[in-house]
């Protein structure tokens, strides 16, 4: 049995490790306040009262920090994501098209050289 030329689930694992390094990436740009006060909602769960007590913050300044690195976030990914997503398709694409390619190839050669199909 031939194997796969084209591998989704590589394919879907490659583009999110690529993912997290250019999120993280990002989020090291955030001023020193803002990648404490991220992580500790979006990855530790912790409540805009928890982070603001254990930072020594007004929970009005979580909330004003959250929402800067949102928006940054946002700006800055746009572009990057859409980039990423469109490659990953046009390789998905090109890889189909080249399965089907070599297929009717394969057809050509036997029908011109008189081969079983």
Do not use: W
Not at 7 to 27: F, H, M, R, W
Not at 38 to 61: E, P, R, V
Not at 65 to 79: G, I, Y
């Amino acid at each position: 049995m031939q194997e796969p030329l084209y591998d989704e689930d590589a394919d879907k694992q490659l583009l999110y490790k690529n993912s997290e390094v250019i999120i993280g990436n990002v989020i090291d740009q955030l001023s020193p306040q803002r990648p404490k006060v991220f992580y500790q909602h979006h990855h530790y769960g912790f409540s805009h009262a928890g982070i603001a007590q254990h930072l020594g913050l007004s929970k009005n300044t979580v909330r004003n920090h959250l929402f800067a690195s949102l928006e940054f976030l946002r700006k800055s990914l746009s572009n990057t994501l859409e980039l990423m997503v469109l490659f990953s398709l046009f390789k998905k694409i090109f890889f189909t098209a080249l399965v089907y390619a070599g297929c009717f190839l394969s057809l050509i050669y036997k029908i011109v050289f008189k081969i079983a199909v």
